[in-house]
């Protein structure tokens, strides 16, 4: 589950490039919202929890710590980011998000798998 939670976080904030805090926790809060049809109220508590989260890991990324401080920090945020969208989103909702979650980190894995072979 850590490394779950540590590659979502990762991939979120790869994916994301040069974009402010605000501008990747509206990207990511509005495919959230498509995904999960959620309500404007469930929006704006998401919006709230992606950008903390993502400010946070900001933080972590520019400073001294190490790789693997770092790395750890970033699950801790996963692990908190998700105990609070628990709190906002339906049951069926945080289900299909886990679900979406298994998928994307299962296509990963298995490109990292690919490029690993093409490198060997």
Do not use: F
């Not at 929890?49 to 401080?69: A, F, M, Q, R, W």
């Not at 750890?72 to 979650?101: C, F, G």
């Amino acid at each position: 589950m850590k490394k779950i939670l540590m590659l979502l976080a990762l991939a979120l904030s790869i994916s994301v490039g040069a974009q402010t805090a605000e501008e990747r926790a509206t990207t990511q809060t509005d495919k959230m919202k498509t995904e999960l049809n959620l309500t404007a109220e469930q929006y704006t508590k998401v919006y709230d929890i992606n950008l903390g989260i993502i400010i946070k890991n900001d933080d972590t990324k520019n400073s001294k710590y190490s790789d693997e401080v770092k790395k750890e920090i970033h699950r801790s945020n996963e692990h908190a980011r998700r105990a609070m969208l628990k709190d906002v989103l339906t049951a069926a909702q945080y289900e299909l998000l886990e679900k979406k979650v298994k998928k994307a980190l299962k296509k990963k894995k298995r490109e990292r798998a690919k490029n690993k072979e093409v490198k060997e």
